[in-house]
């Protein structure tokens, strides 16, 4: 492939009809070129600007937009690539089934030779027994041999259908390995660089029987060119829905942090590869890979891997004889609270009501002590990173609110405020671990369903009528997919993630191909209430335009205003 080359060109559409009118939206990421992007320190990316001046018909839209959404909602689940749920979706613009060799043949770490089989799915499918439907499901790495190298269906020992109930193991998902796994477009390294072997390559087969969101999907809206909107894991894509920016780690090479900076390849401390060990495999057939140093920080300071919240609940205790509402923030797992400006303070200067709902929220706070705290993860409160949000702040007892636990609508609190009506005008849910679909230790079916009911209750409840629901996952969870992101910048975007836009106001039966990112839910959100743009936004928009790709939707292409 020559660096002019697209990686998308040799991808069949559904159908001529289906592909997108504009050709901009099928450039994607071009070979060996930028995916170190662009550096957000030291420059002006930053500098606001004059925006393009809106035409008529965007003045009407957001009049019209601003007269018919009253509620905005987000429901944030965990860690599946849309090839993993939806690669087969009727009228998907790059269907699973029609990708050919040439898209998901698997390299080697050399970066030519292709894989003459996938590696062993290490450490298991299945670690830990499980009993789904009256079967027991243990699957050690041994039961699973010799897949080829191509996308394989999730199944059993015996080579029948892995039910969704089953929790399977994790797959790494960090900053660098993703962008080694995309590998400049071609997704041809996902088993070369995970720490999973050849589960990379797995997927289900769904439908509306297995799915209840699939259902959900086929009567409203599915986006299959969403994007995350970074680069790597849970923590990172949770900073960048609020914030659409890495968060700084200041002084970090010269102080007990500096341990935690990721060692590249080359003297560029921006670069995209983390350096190998000595002692890594040469091939991913002889198992997972080993770097020199695999940390949360990049050298020059941006936090792009999980650390620890500086407020409680946290994964660090407090400080002996310390502050109990604070994390220890001498220790150098703790990222110093942040000051730049998120979307929960756009709305509030603007005074537009919103909360951010955590299943287990309230549960992790008086149970911090005991280290026991069952369905919370610490990293997915990005809002607790924020100093605007500290304990004893009137903008935290607001906004930062206890979903309750469990499917259970009777301790469930964001269900009992969707049937009382009293959701704000804009709200972000994030289910509690065991519903959030998150490899390793959640199953896709108990995720599903809780989703699924949540939504029902919106619909059934007196808000219904102007509101419009957003259900993505955070990040793709290490799992392939065959569709290259878009060339961004720096942070992102990265791999392919399903999204569902389920409204009254939605088109029905639609599938989606706009090119957007996670922080086009931004972008709906400031359009919809006029707030001025957060600068990851901003910065975004300039490296697309750099790089000669179209703008990034903001969502309203999922939408039947007439």
Known sequence: MSQT????????????????TDPARRRLLAAGVGL??????????????????????DLALDRTLQAKIKRIVVIYAENRSFTNLYGNFPGVQYPLDSVPASRYLQLDRDGNTQLAKLPAIWGGLVPQAQEVNGKRYAIAENQITGLANTPFRLTDAQGQPLPNGVITRDLVHRFYQNQMQINAGRNNQFAAWGDSGGLVMGHYRNSAD??????????????????????????????????????????????????????????????TRLKLAPDSPKSALEGPPKF????????????????????????????????????????????????????????????VDWAW???????????????????????????NYFRSFA????????????????????TNKLMADIDAGRLPAVTFYKPQGNLNMHAGYADVESGDRHIANVIERIQRGPQWENTVVVVTVDENGGWWDHVSPPKGDRWGPGSRIPALV?????????????????????????????????????????????????????????????
């Open 357 to 383: 709902y955590s299943g287990a929220w309230q549960y992790a706070l008086e149970h911090a002590d005991t280290g026991m705290v069952p369905d919370f993860q610490y990293h997915h409160q990005p809002f």
């Open 391 to 410: 304990p004893g702040t009137q903008a935290r007892a607001q906004h930062l609110r206890d979903a309750g636990l469990g499917d259970d609508p009777s």
């Open 36 to 57: 170190a992007g662009l550096s957000l320190g030291g420059c002006n990316l930053f500098d606001q600007k004059s925006a393009t001046p809106k035409t008529a018909a």
């Open 210 to 271: 297995t799915l209840r969101l699939w259902g959900l999907a086929s009567q409203y809206t599915l986006c299959d060119n969403f994007f995350m909107s970074a680069f790597g894991g849970s923590w990172l894509n949770h900073i960048f829905l609020i914030s659409a920016q890495a968060p700084f780690y200041p002084n970090v090479s010269s102080g007990p942090a500096a341990k935690l900076t990721s060692v590249v390849e080359g003297d560029d401390l921006t670069g």
């Open 502 to 562: 389920i409204s009254p106001l939605a088109k029905k039966g639609y599938v989606d191909h706009t090119v957007y990112d996670t922080n086009s839910i931004l972008r709906f959100i400031s359009r919809v209430h006029d707030l001025p743009p957060l600068d990851g936004v901003v910065a975004r928009d300039r490296a697309f335009a750099a790089n000669g790709e179209a703008p990034l939707g903001d969502l309203t292409g999922a939408l039947d205003l007439a």
């Open 5 to 20: 080359d697209d990686p998308r060109d040799d991808l069949p559409t559904s159908s001529a009809s289906d592909a997108p």
């Open 292 to 351: 020199v140093r695999d940390g949360a920080l990049t050298a020059d300071g941006y936090a792009v891997n999980t650390m620890a919240p500086p407020y409680q609940p946290s994964n660090v205790r407090p400080a002996e004889h310390g502050d109990p509402s604070l994390a220890d923030l001498s220790n150098p797992r703790v990222l110093p609270p942040q000051d730049y400006a998120t979307i929960g303070d756009r709305l509030s200067a603007k005074g």
